[in-house]
């Protein structure tokens, strides 16, 4: 049939309408709001790179869960930013490390019950030198040798520490663990510690697909993070390769994955698309913090209309097959929404 006969705008011309036949929805609780949790009191510290987000010391996250819960988001991703930094990553898995501290808050009040808590699972917030594994040949000075074979970073040796990290953030209350490290063996290494440890019950979120990108640049400054020599171009994977993500997401799920997180989210689509189409598994992706930096710089220029872009950005990612969204706009777009 075709026209005068079918007219498919008939159907969008009033916002009722619309609203009936729309196929894919946006609600606060499939949005998961990144908090970076730092030392000290009072502290509200606002990345420069990233407007409107903030490190923030224990008792302000707490604040900031608050008013997460009561806009019904459905969970937080939490990354520390500990006091010391070490060549082991001591600070990752101490008992008493940022994140554990805050997991354990965080649990005590009972308001925000409704937040599922993940814990991002990987060394780079925690290395002296901003890798996400154990460095072995480390280059003698800061800004070193570029050369990949000038430092190695040492998979295996990293999978006990990962392991560990993701036991203390369980046993400090985490409803998830999410390794985002992109060292092979991760996800078998972490089920079986925590299967060791009595917590079989702690699903794991693998960052199954995680590329190399620009677009981390702007965490990194939130997160303390950057690597002081070199890149993660060894481990993250290369942004050309749409096959090899498909590869990563069968090992992590034949290792024991539950849920997967695809990253970025805005400039792989399609990967997100090719793996709603491979796997039944719930399926997450992050907006990173390089998407959400550059829609706020178009917003202050006055170039984007903040309330539609924001939303518009996290429809397309839940169009593409993503069940839950980790964003930076989750209470912006939590607000709009509700
Ligand atoms: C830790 C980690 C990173 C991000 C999430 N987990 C940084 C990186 O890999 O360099 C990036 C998130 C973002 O850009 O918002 N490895």
Redesign the pocket.
């Known amino acids: 049939m075709n026209f005068p006969a079918t007219r498919l705008r008939r159907l969008r011309r009033t916002p009722a309408l619309r609203s009936l036949v729309r196929e894919t929805h946006l609600t606060p609780s499939a949005l998961i709001q990144?908090l970076f949790v730092c030392p000290g009191e009072g502290v509200r510290k606002e990345v420069s790179s990233m407007p409107g987000v903030f490190n923030l010391s224990i008792d302000e996250a707490l604040k900031e869960a608050e008013a997460s819960a009561a806009l019904g988001i459905g969970g937080l991703l939490l990354?520390g930013l500990p006091a010391e930094k070490d060549d082991q990553a001591t600070g990752a898995y101490a008992d008493d490390g940022i994140v554990q501290q805050t997991l354990r808050a965080l649990k005590a009040n009972r308001k925000l019950d409704p937040l599922v808590l993940i814990a991002?699972i990987?060394?780079?917030?925690y290395t002296s030198h901003g890798h996400?594994g154990i460095v072995v040949n480390q280059p003698a000075h800061q800004g070193g040798p570029q050369d990949p074979d000038a430092y190695t970073i040492d998979n295996d040796a990293t999978l006990p520490l990962l392991a560990r990290t993701a036991v203390a953030a369980a046993q400090a209350g985490a409803d998830i663990v999410a390794p985002?490290?992109?060292m092979d063996g991760r996800v078998e290494a972490i089920r079986a510690a925590l299967d060791a440890a009595a917590l079989p019950d702690t699903p794991i979120m693998s960052?199954a697909s995680?590329f190399a990108?620009a677009?981390?640049?702007?965490?990194?400054e939130?997160?303390d993070?950057?690597?002081q020599f070199g890149d993660?171009r060894s481990y993250?994977m290369d942004g050309a390769n749409l096959r090899e993500a498909m590869r990563e997401i069968d090992l992590d799920l034949a290792e024991g994955a539950d849920l997967l997180l695809m990253?970025?989210a805005m400039p792989y689509l399609d990967v997100i698309r090719a793996a709603r189409e491979r796997t039944g598994v719930p399926i997450g992706a992050?907006?990173?913090?390089?998407?959400?930096s550059m829609l706020q710089a178009a917003f202050e220029k006055g170039w984007l209309d903040r309330d539609r872009a924001t939303l518009e950005s996290l429809l397309g990612i839940r169009r593409a097959g993503a069940d839950f969204i980790?964003t930076?706009f989750a209470k912006d777009a939590a607000k709009l929404l509700g």
């Open positions: 990144p990354f991002d990987c060394l780079c917030e996400c985002s490290d992109m960052y995680k990108s677009f981390y640049g702007p965490f990194r939130a997160a993070s950057a690597p993660r993250q990253k970025p992050y907006q990173v913090s390089g998407e959400y980790v930076y």
